[in-house]
């Protein structure tokens, strides 16, 4: 089964920012849309940054204007900037394509926001 690979995630102070890869087999990439996706401690995972097939960008309230998704189709990859990070942020973040049909789920990245 396809299954995204996340790196980049780490320890990060309040502010700071940090750049999440995830690579995806071509053939998912080139035919869906991406996103990200995060699972804090306790809460359900939620979508957070999706760059659309059509070539839009969405945002969830909580991260628009500070987190920034891309995508680098020849190398298969889609990024996310986060900057102003909040201790808020701290949780497992994941890619996958932005809608149905989903791929199976990585094993995520964590990111922990923390002075």
């Known amino acids: 089964q396809v299954q995204p690979v996340e790196s980049g995630g780490g320890l990060v102070q309040p502010g700071g920012s940090l750049r999440l890869s995830c690579v995806v087999s071509?053939?998912?990439?080139?035919?869906?849309?991406m996103a990200w996706y995060r699972q804090a401690p306790g809460k359900q995972r939620e979508l957070i940054a999706a760059?659309?097939?059509?070539?839009?960008?969405d945002y969830s309230n909580s991260v628009k204007g500070r987190f920034a998704i891309s995508k680098d189709n020849a190398k298969n990859t889609v990024y996310l900037q986060m900057n102003s990070l909040k201790s808020e942020d701290t949780a497992v973040y994941y890619c996958?394509?932005?809608?149905?049909?989903?791929?199976?789920w990585g094993q995520g990245i964590q990111v922990t926001v923390s002075s």
């Open positions: 996958n394509t932005d809608g149905a049909p989903r791929l199976s």
């Open positions: 071509g053939s998912i990439f080139g035919n869906y849309g």
């Open positions: 760059a659309r097939r059509g070539g839009t960008t």
